[in-house]
Structures are given as C-alpha cells and as structure tokens.
C-alpha cells in the first residue's frame, strides 16, 4: 500500500525557514517523480514544485523559485523541501504527492495527509 | 489567476448529470498535455479521479467522465449522489512555465 506521510509544518515568521519532509512507502521511491502541492486556506490547489525520480531535474512555480529548494534522499524514501524567506502568503497546507511516472505529464496517484505551515509573526 | 479557468461553483439535484469545463489555451492543454482530475472531500486530501483525459483509476465509479478537445477539457457526473458533493480540479502542464505543472481555480460542486 503507498503511503506519503509529510512532516515539519508549523508556525513560523516572516523571513524564517522551514523544512518539510515526506516519507514514502509502498513503491519504488525512485522510480517516480514527486511533487509538492499546496493550499492557502479556503483557496485551491496551487503547484509548488516537482523533482524526477533520481533527483536531477527539478521545477518551481516562479512564486517559490530562488526561495523554495526540492530535494529527495533515494536512500531514505524521503522528499524534501527547504523553504526559505517565507512570507505570510506562503501560509497553507502543503501536500506530497507521487506522480505516476518520471517523464512527460504525469498525474499525481497519491497524495499525503498534508501539514499546515503558518507564516506570521 | 490560474492558466486553467474552472467556473466556481456548480449544482445539481440528486440523479442529474453535470459537467465542469476546464478552459486552458495553447500553452497548455492545446499544445497536447493531458489533462487530469482530482476531487478533494471537505478536510480530506486531493484524490486522483481522472487521468490521461478520460481515463479511470480503478475504484472511481463509472458515473465519472472525461474529455478533451482543443483547448478545453470537461469532467461529466452523472447519476449525482449526495457524496459526489466536493471541490474538484483539473490539472495539466504548460509550456510557458517550463513544462511546470499548473492547477485550475477548482469547482465547488453542490447536490441539491
């Protein structure tokens, strides 16, 4: 059975950082891309950023690009995103999801419980 | 404001059929992207509904449909039960962002 569970959330303030994780199982971990989602309060699902399978390729949305950092360990079944200059906006949960493949555009299949990250001082 | 219009809101009584439009342009869905579908329960987590346009995850009921054409894409219920009541999502990819992926706004959908 896959399963994503993401940690790390939490309160933090304007200009602070903070690192998610997710740990995955259930599926060959780096044979899938992976991708983070997330979701202000009562608003819509918004896409952050994704890295391929083996790690070397990896995309942003240009309102997380230069502070926002994806990263994946193979060995440990685990993503990552290091957020840095965070700003009240950044204020949502965020989600991991597994994309059904490495290349092309790949649906997400499964996604994690999420964790809530609030910017504000 | 999201590459990908949805309108905001959609209802319909128990037993119709509805349908949700996802509008996108030739950046995106008309440069040949697919298109998925998710439905997000009120508190739950995103769940992958329709992929590759019109294509079913094993589990999803038959009363759920997909399409694509041109630019646009459409998600159809029909048989409406109480608990299709839910946000929905269309996502694809888009050029323009380097291949990035990119969400619609979402659909509330209402049963009557």
């Known amino acids: 059975e896959v399963q994503l569970v993401e940690s790390g959330g939490g309160l933090v303030q304007p200009g602070g950082s903070l690192r998610l994780s997710c740990a995955a199982s259930?599926?060959?971990?780096?044979?899938?891309?992976m991708t983070w989602v997330r979701q202000a309060p009562g608003k819509g699902l918004v896409w952050v950023s994704a890295?391929?399978?083996?790690?070397?390729?990896?995309y942003y949305a240009d309102s997380v690009k230069g502070r926002f950092t994806i990263s994946r360990d193979n060995s440990k079944n685990t993503l990552y995103l290091q957020m840095n200059s965070l700003r009240a906006e950044d204020t949502a949960v965020y989600y991991c999801?597994?994309?059904?493949?490495?290349?092309?555009?790949?649906?997400?299949?499964?996604w994690g419980q999420g964790t809530l990250v609030t910017v504000s001082s | 404001q999201s590459l990908l219009t949805q309108p905001p809101s959609v209802s319909g009584a128990p037993g119709r059929r509805v349908t949700i439009s996802c509008t996108g342009s030739?950046?995106?869905?008309?440069?040949?992207?697919?298109v998925h579908w998710y439905q997000q329960l009120p508190g739950t987590a995103p769940k992958l509904l329709i992929y590759?346009?019109?294509i079913r995850p094993s589990g999803v009921p038959d009363r759920f449909s997909g399409s694509k054409s041109g630019t646009s894409a459409s998600l159809a219920i029909t048989g409406l039960q109480a608990e299709d009541e839910a946000d929905y999502y269309c996502?694809?990819?888009?050029?323009?962002?380097?291949?990035?992926?990119?969400f619609g706004g979402g659909t509330k959908l209402t049963v009557l």
């Open positions: 999801a597994k994309a059904d493949g490495d290349y092309g555009d790949p649906q997400f299949d499964y």
């Open positions: 259930g599926f060959t971990f780096s044979s899938y891309a």
């Open positions: 890295i391929s399978g083996r790690g070397g390729s990896t």
């Open positions: 030739t950046s995106n869905i008309g440069s040949g992207y697919d």
């Open positions: 590759d346009n019109n």
């Open positions: 996502q694809s990819y888009d050029n323009s962002l380097s291949g990035s992926g990119v």
